[in-house]
């Protein structure tokens, strides 16, 4: 657990866009009285990030600059469909995985119903069938979630690694926050 930052979060934000306009971290961590050290561990991978989008926003323009008007438009159009497919696909998971949750649970309240110490019988093989078949479409439901999730696995590794990833990195501000806010 780190200790909590002498500067505030718009601190940290101007230094951010101070870094990316070319200014030093040395210069800011001594304007800001931190060391360069934080400066660097805190922007490092986030600028580096922000110069590579940025360096494949310009080589994309230097493409379509290439193109003539007409394929330009087109170009931009199937980027257009690209990603609002993407945003589609991506509602669609969202929303199969809610009903995937909804109807599991249904099922599950359902085979709570059933007496365990009771022999099977006409009605109790009649709610497993319900619970087969609510079974069976939650999982249906969930499959367009599983399957970009599979598709997209090494991301979803790297996000939820507990030293490097996205969560990871979360998480840990979130107990500091709370070791702050306990002492």
Known sequence: ?????????????????????????????KEFGVDRAAVTRRFSQRNATIKNVANQIVETERALSFLNASEQ???????????????????????????????????HSK???????????????????????????ANESSEIGVNLLRANKEEIERINNPVTGRIGTITRRIIDAKVVESK
């Open 73 to 107: 438009i087109a170009a931009r159009s199937l980027a257009d469909d690209l990603k609002a497919i993407s945003e589609h696909l991506a509602g669609a998971a969202r929303f199969g995985a809610a009903t995937a949750h909804r109807l599991s649970g249904i099922a």
């Open 111 to 137: 085979a709570a119903e059933i007496d365990d110490a009771q022999p099977l019988n006409e009605e109790s093989i009649g709610a497993l069938k319900g619970i087969a078949a609510l079974t069976k479409l």
């Open 1 to 29: 657990m780190g200790r909590p930052s002498k500067l505030t979060d718009a601190q940290w934000e101007a230094i951010g866009k101070r870094l990316l306009a070319g200014e030093s971290a040395a210069a800011l961590a």
